[in-house]
């Protein structure tokens, strides 16, 4: 309970302290079952992809000390972190996007058998879904949302550098696609959701894209110098 109310409280230093004495030690000298074991593993490596970005190293330190006997190899929860991590390495925001939706969160804690490209390939068209969630999954949910963040920064050099122009009607599915690539979409209950439209008025502030003359919704994106 104390590792879940730092974690939703974003208090990086409650977070460490505590996840010294449970992951993985706790779990490796109380017997089975463990009801949370998967979550308090997840978060405490959330904790580190956070606090270290963009350094991974603190993260493959943890994840190394985590026996596969507590966090087995196949299971989507060891897929899905590694998939994140490995995603955020080679700078694939459409993949991390994806892992990033609510409901692939929610999978990876749920202790399915089932593989990570199963889990994923119904999500690749599948909205987003208003849930109710319990305070461990409202945790998890705000770590991933400040991964989201700690990220942006580095996705949008790469959208800049790749694009000449966004379009960001809100009927059309560019609109989504940058929410998503960008993590606009809060996963915590408490996030404030932001539209493509507003992040690029924003970006404009800085110089970053202007407005196209004569055509609604398109943005001329300035390149990164």
Known sequence: ???????????????????????????????????????????????????????????????????????????????????????????????????????????????????????LKPLAISAQQEISHTLPQQAILGLVDSLAQKSRTTTWEIIRSAYREISCNVSEPEQGWLQRSLGLLPLAPYGRKMVGEEWLEGQEALGHTRRKEGVAGRWIVCKVR
């Open 1 to 119: 309970m104390s590792l879940y109310l730092a974690a939703a409280f974003q208090s990086p230093r409650q977070i460490i302290s505590i996840v010294q004495h449970l992951v993985p030690t706790l779990y490796l000298a109380s017997p089975p079952p463990h009801e949370n074991r998967t979550l308090s593993i997840l978060i405490s490596l959330l904790h580190h992809l956070v606090v270290d970005y963009p350094s991974q190293k603190s993260y493959r330190q943890h994840l190394d000390t985590i026996p596969p006997t507590i966090f087995p190899r196949e299971s989507v929860g060891f897929q899905w972190i590694t998939s994140i991590a490995g995603s955020l390495r080679v700078q694939n925001y459409a993949l991390f996007g994806r892992l990033l939706r609510r409901p692939m969160v929610l999978k990876a804690i749920s202790n399915s058998d089932d593989d990570l490209v199963v889990v």
